[in-house]
């Protein structure tokens, strides 16, 4: 795996990865404020074709807009970054979907849980993403269009687009053919 903004803090040991996001720190484009942020960081791996991406993490979220989670990216202008995100002290199931223009969409959860588990599935140019609270009974939260290009990089992500940084742990990230 490599790293795209590699942070100055994190860990890779067994099936944990341990990252300490740095402060104003994001992924985004273009919507809202105009603005282009490709700072985030992203730990990844190439993949070809169809495939399902799971994994379990957890954060300590702080600020406005921390999230950690899943990303699958073609390049600058074309991705999608998955997980939780914390707005108005609330943790949310959120997707950002990035063709040029970034979308955003959130489900605010219930309680704020101690882990989130995570499955994205792509077919072709298609992905879906699903999250679990107990790694076992999973809710689809999106299903979009992302890119037909045969090669994508899949990895976990975290950024601290408003505050001073928070640490995140992923656990088992899977990747597999379908």
């Not at 960081?41 to 379990?56: I, L, M, R, S, W």
Request: hydrophobic letters at 40%.
């Amino acid at each position: 795996m490599q790293w795209l903004n590699e942070p100055t803090q994190w860990t890779h040991h067994a099936d944990t990865i341990t990252v300490t996001a740095e402060g104003q720190t994001d992924f985004w484009r273009i919507t809202h404020d105009g603005g282009v942020r490709d700072s985030g960081h992203f730990y990844y791996q190439p993949v070809q074709g169809d495939f399902t991406a799971e994994v379990k993490f957890n954060a300590a979220y702080s600020a406005l807009y921390d999230q950690a989670g899943l990303m699958l990216r073609l390049d600058e202008t074309t991705w999608l970054k998955c997980g939780i995100e914390l707005f108005n002290g609330v943790q949310h199931a959120s997707v950002v979907v990035t063709r040029e223009f970034s979308d955003w969409s959130i489900v605010p959860l219930p309680e704020a849980p101690p882990a989130l588990w995570l499955r994205l599935k792509r077919h072709g140019a298609s992905v879906e993403v699903a999250y679990s609270t107990d790694g076992t009974a999973y809710t689809m939260l999106r299903q979009t269009y992302l890119t037909p290009a045969e090669t994508l990089l899949i990895g976990v992500m975290c950024c601290a687009p408003t505050g001073d940084g928070f640490t995140a742990t992923f656990e088992n990230l899977r990747v597999e053919s379908a």
